[in-house]
């Protein structure tokens, strides 16, 4: 197992690593470029990979069930297939059809999206903060539910990522009906 975050700098997310206490590698990419290869739209993101192969895309999956109220998945069903994987190598849909079949290609916006995005990241580490907004602005309008853009710009906008903005955010993605790709066992009725 490998936890990834995508924060702006190194430190940022160094305290909650630190308070969790993994037993396992857990690397932070301030270039979002795991995002870029593995079509990260959303948090928090399970991607089953085994000996270089996906097995299990894109899904949202959680440890536990701290934020259920928020996004209406409880935690056991994927934890039970973990274990399964690693118990005895069980992995449902894990057949190459199965696996293309639930794997999103990006749209040609949100390619877009992700370049106005790695623009806005270079532009705010250059110093140029006006340019940068509006590469952001415009990245946000191409994926307007890609959480890694929209609410991983917020903190280097000076927005706070748990703030007015970011429920703003929830309330749209809300409305629109939680688009994105969902959690496999959702996609199985569990």
């Given at each position: 197992?490998?936890?990834?975050a ?5 430190e ?9 206490k993994p ?7 301030t270039?979002?470029?795991v ?7 959303n948090?928090?993101?399970?991607v089953?990979i ?10 949202i999956?959680?440890?536990?069930d701290?934020f ?14 973990v274990?399964?994987?690693v ?6 849909n ?10 999103m290609?990006?749209t040609?916006d ?6 106005e995005f ?13 340019a940068?907004e ?5 990245a946000?309008?191409l ?10 710009s ?5 927005q706070?990522p748990?703030?007015?903005?970011f ?9 629109a009906?939680k688009?994105?790709?969902v ?5 199985r009725?569990?």
């Amino acid at each position: 197992m490998i936890t990834v975050a995508f924060d702006q700098n190194r430190e940022d997310p160094r305290p909650y690593i630190e308070k969790a206490k993994p037993t396992h590698p857990s690397l932070i990419d301030t270039e979002h470029r795991v995002a870029d290869l593995y079509g990260i739209i959303n948090v928090s993101t399970v991607v089953w990979i085994d000996k270089g192969k996906i097995v299990r895309p894109n899904a949202i999956e959680y440890g536990s069930d701290m934020f259920t109220q928020f996004h209406g998945l409880e935690s056991a069903p994927h934890l039970a297939a973990v274990r399964a994987w690693v118990n005895d190598g069980t992995i449902e849909n894990a057949d190459a059809e199965s696996i293309k079949s639930r794997m999103m290609a990006p749209t040609a916006d949100e390619q877009l999206a992700r370049a106005e995005f790695a623009l806005a990241w270079h532009l705010s580490q250059a110093g140029n903060a006006e340019a940068a907004e509006r590469h952001y602005v415009r990245a946000g309008e191409l994926s307007p539910f890609d959480w890694t853009i929209r609410r991983g710009s917020m903190p280097i906008r000076g927005q706070n990522p748990m703030g007015p903005e970011f429920f703003e955010l929830a309330q749209e993605w809300d409305a629109a009906g939680k688009p994105g790709y969902v959690s496999e066992s959702a996609k199985r009725g569990l």
